[in-house]
């Protein structure tokens, strides 16, 4: 396209860049450069010692869980909220983290900051040099995390939990950091690290009920990019005296759980008496494209579907559950046949030798299940992605001085090879991957990433090393890099997730991108957060989406409708991780699902009455499960939706399953039950799902 002298000009404007970004950069630690973000792993040891701080502290969110975990003996030292100075809820109140980290000494910090603020309020952290940095914010654009991640890279001082997490809490030294449902932990020696929120109060329930309790639960989050990740978690694990086994809450998805697998045999192979481990993986039968729920809840291409990350850790030497609800009794088995004495395990923890793990809580703790918009979604997150006819449009700024480079829209050759820029989610940051074939079957193990820092440009040397890695005639290097360097560009200006295409050399010497196969996925969050690109995000052509799925969107549920013509029974459940595990687990008793549905992590009533709408809209259904764990959401308020959809909704004869778990159960069920409506309540999930998969067939 044109002349080369449009390549050249795209790679000058880069190396400028890299000039600028390299002389502009905040030195955010002193530390020295030996040491790296790795060294920080340790800093997830929280406990009674812990001297917590908020970020945006009088906020109303902020407020409300500061109350519930000082009640719950959480050692919180103040907070910060710009421009203001004085008291709050009795405590130092700061106008900046530079005085907050003088005068408090903070250990950790919560972040309550909304979304379009919240990257700047982490790296102000990270300048602050706070040892611990929780971040639960859904929403945060990716490529400020990726900023974020690259200077976490660069320090030694500060460690991120988050963001889009439920927190770090040590049920052992009763400090809670992020906004973990009080009521469903114990003091213990269970470690968990989970992706998803629901299903790790699920596990911890679970544990709870068995008397083992929990030493330390870490929220990974559901986002594409985590601050700390599974294999972080294990690592404390392995240290921490107070922790006898460790239980693992996977889900379709990226990495970690691969990256778990390698350290759990390494670790195995270390360690004469090891710690055991238990784990689940969330989404085995989600279906291929789809973003459940979660913004990183999906396979991109040659990753690991969840059935294979199963067995994965399986053949690694984890034991696994198909539902959380099973935590409990595992975990005490697998503690006995590796020569622990139970009893002393579910013994008081208050007789442990971490002496900070001692202390009492001070006064009554109330468990605030209010909404709020820093965690409730309001429009569910999506990322977008554009049809392949509409990649003419975008690419054309970009490609159109490229010399030696054309779209077609022909079908790519057998012998066409492979050129994205995507996110590698180990490294946690964006990534130049290209592969010699587009095969399939061969892709994963052809496929590489390079990986770079997301404030540059990549350098010259590793789009060389990319295009090496292609095997690709020495006559194609120079459009190579010039495409590379365009697509890399555009990936940052347009704040993308992925950009990738099919790629074949012509007969007359051309590089030919092949739109039929490329896919153009970019950051939704960018857009609905912090108002950027609306030219991209104006091209999303609802009309052509699934209706119902538009529709639960308006009203913050994320909505898939399955395709099995064997499903009948339709899902309504609190949180990605749960709705996925219960399509996972009505399959395991010989049940289909009509659906995904996730209501959101604060469900209300009248989001569970649309819910039953979205549902009913499905001719297929014969029965609907409700599965509910009381987290965030109230046990009481999910039954009362119920009712308000019996007595609004034409149910035209469906009957409802409830299985309501945690926060205000007791009440839930017994609403239910007394209701005198074609309703039927469970406490534990294994009856209930037989009692679905009975209906479904037929019984009644």
């Known amino acids: ?13 880069h190396i400028k860049l890299q000039q600028l970004s390299r002389h502009s950069r905040r030195q955010f630690s002193s530390s020295p450069t030996s040491r790296g973000y790795q060294d920080t792993v340790q800093n997830l040891r929280i406990g009674k010692h812990t001297r917590v701080i908020y970020q945006g502290f009088t906020g ?26 004085g008291e709050h809820l009795g405590l130092p109140l700061l106008p900046d983290l530079r005085k907050a980290k003088e005068q408090l000494k ?43 991640t690259s200077i976490l890279k660069t320090q030694s001082k500060s460690r991120l939990v988050g963001a889009n997490a439920p927190g770090i809490i040590a049920p052992i030294g009763f400090c809670r950091i992020g906004f973990q449902p009080l009521p469903t932990f114990a003091p213990g020696h269970i470690g968990i690290v989970a992706k998803s929120g629901t299903l790790s109060y699920e596990a911890v329930a679970s544990v709870t009920r068995a008397g083992l309790g929990q030493s330390l639960c870490i929220g ?14 294990l690592k404390v694990f392995e240290q921490d005296p107070e922790t006898e086994g460790m239980i693992i809450v996977g889900e379709v998805g990226g990495r970690a759980e691969e990256d778990a697998a390698e350290w759990i045999k390494d670790y195995f192979r270390r360690t004469s008496k090891p710690k055991p481990i238990a784990a689940l993986v969330g989404g085995i039968y989600a279906p291929g494209g789809r973003i459940m729920g979660h913004a990183g809840a999906w396979a991109a291409r040659g990753e690991h579907t969840a059935a294979e990350k199963y067995k994965i850790l399986q053949d690694a030497g984890a034991t696994m559950v198909d539902h959380p609800e ?26 442990q030798k971490r002496g900070y793990h001692t ?14 918009t820093l965690f409730q979604r309001q429009q569910q997150s999506r990322k977008l992605h554009l049809r392949a006819e509409q990649a003419p449009q975008v690419l054309k700024p970009y490609l159109e001085n490229l010399e030696g480079v054309t779209l077609t829209q022909d079908a790519a050759p057998p012998d066409a090879f492979y050129v994205g820029l995507t996110v590698d989610r180990t490294e946690r940051q964006p990534c130049i991957r290209t592969s010699s074939t587009t095969d399939v079957k061969t892709f994963r193990e052809t496929a590489k990433r390079f990986p770079f820092d997301q404030r540059s440009p990549p350098s010259d040397s590793l789009i060389a090393s990319s295009i090496s890695h292609i095997n690709a005639p020495s006559s194609s290097t120079k459009p190579l890099t010039a495409l590379i360097s365009a697509l890399a560009k555009m990936y940052t200006e347009k704040e993308a997730v992925t950009i990738s295409s099919s790629v074949s050399i012509s007969s007359t010497g051309q590089l030919q991108l092949h739109t039929p196969s490329m ?15 609306e030219d991209i995000h104006s091209l999303r052509q609802k009309s052509k989406e699934q ?21 009948n029974i339709g899902t309504l459940v609190n949180g990605a991780g749960l709705a996925m595990n219960t399509i996972d687990a009505l399959r395991n008793h010989g049940g289909h699902a009509t659906n995904f549905l996730d209501t959101g992590g604060k469900a209300t009533s009248e989001t569970v009455k649309k819910s039953f709408e979205l549902i009913l809209k499905d001719e297929r259904v014969k029965v609907i499960f409700v599965n509910i764990f009381g987290g965030l959401t109230d046990g009481g308020m999910i039954a009362e939706g119920i009712l308000l959809a019996f007595r609004e909704v034409e149910m035209r004869g469906v009957p409802v399953v409830v299985r309501i778990r945690g926060t205000n159960e007791e009440v839930g069920q017994r609403t239910i039950a007394e209701s005198g409506l074609d309703l039927e309540a469970f406490d534990g999930f294994e009856e209930a799902a037989k009692r679905v998969v009975e209906i479904a067939g037929g019984g009644k």
Do not use: W
Not at 336 to 350: E, H, M, Y
């Open 220 to 233: 990974m989050g559901g986002d594409i990019i985590a601050g700390t990740n599974i294999v972080d978690g």
């Open 326 to 351: 099973k935590f409990g009794g595992v975990m005490k088995t697998l503690l006995s046949q590796s020569g622990r004495d139970v009893s002393k395990i579910t013994g008081n923890p208050a007789d």
């Open 106 to 148: 903070p250990d950790a910090t919560a972040v309550f900051v909304a979304a379009p603020q919240c990257g700047k309020a982490i790296e102000d952290a990270i300048e602050a040099e706070i040892p611990l940095i929780v971040a639960v914010a859904e929403h945060i654009p990716l490529h400020d995390i990726m900023r974020v």
């Open 359 to 372: 202390a009492k809580r001070r006064g009554p703790m109330v468990h605030s299940t209010r909404p709020s």
């Open 519 to 533: 896919v153009l996925q970019f950051d939704d969050s960018a857009y609905r957060s912090n108002a950027r690109h």
């Open 60 to 85: 109303r969110v902020a407020t409300s869980n500061a109350r519930d975990s000082i009640a719950y003996g959480t050692n919180i030292v103040g907070g910060v909220t710009p421009g203001k100075e």
């Open 547 to 567: 209706p119902e799925e538009v529709e639960a969107e308006t009203s913050g549920i994320v909505f898939i409708k399955l395709t099995n013509p064997e499903a």
């Open 1 to 13: 396209m044109a002349s080369m002298r449009g390549g050249q000009a795209v790679r000058q404007s």
